[in-house]
């Protein structure tokens, strides 16, 4: 199945890109609740096991069940589900990281703005 990883390639097209998550994790849509204008979190996500964001991010295919990432988005938010978050938000949420995944090909290196994805160029498209 398609999912979404942080990635280095394209860093510095915009001048204002970051990469802090480890090249090739999961990463997930942020829960922020200062999505204004100029809000880093409006444009990055985040990865699930370093919790560092990233403007960068790549579809990739993945050798793994929908369970399997159920299971690294639940381990990635270790402090949510400690506290009582349900087991259907996690889910939920990488249903909704499954969906965005599927807009793209694979290999194709995208950027967020808001609640937009859009893919980059880069040297093989």
Do not use: W
Request: hydrophobic content about 40%.
């Amino acid at each position: 199945m398609k999912i979404i990883v942080a990635t280095k390639e394209t860093q510095g097209q915009r001048a204002d890109d970051f990469n802090f998550a480890d090249e090739g994790e999961i990463v997930i849509v942020a829960d922020c609740d200062h999505l204004h204008q100029g809000c880093d979190c409006e444009r990055s996500m985040v990865g699930v096991r370093s919790g560092k964001g990233t403007t960068t991010m790549m579809v990739v295919e993945a050798d793994m069940t929908r369970q399997q990432f159920i299971e690294q988005i639940r381990a990635g938010n270790q402090d949510y589900a400690e506290i009582g978050v349900s087991d259907a938000i996690f889910a939920a949420e990488a249903d909704e990281m499954l969906k965005l995944a599927a807009q793209f090909p694979v290999g194709a290196v995208i950027d967020r703005d808001g609640d937009e994805l859009h893919q980059r160029s880069t040297a093989s498209n």
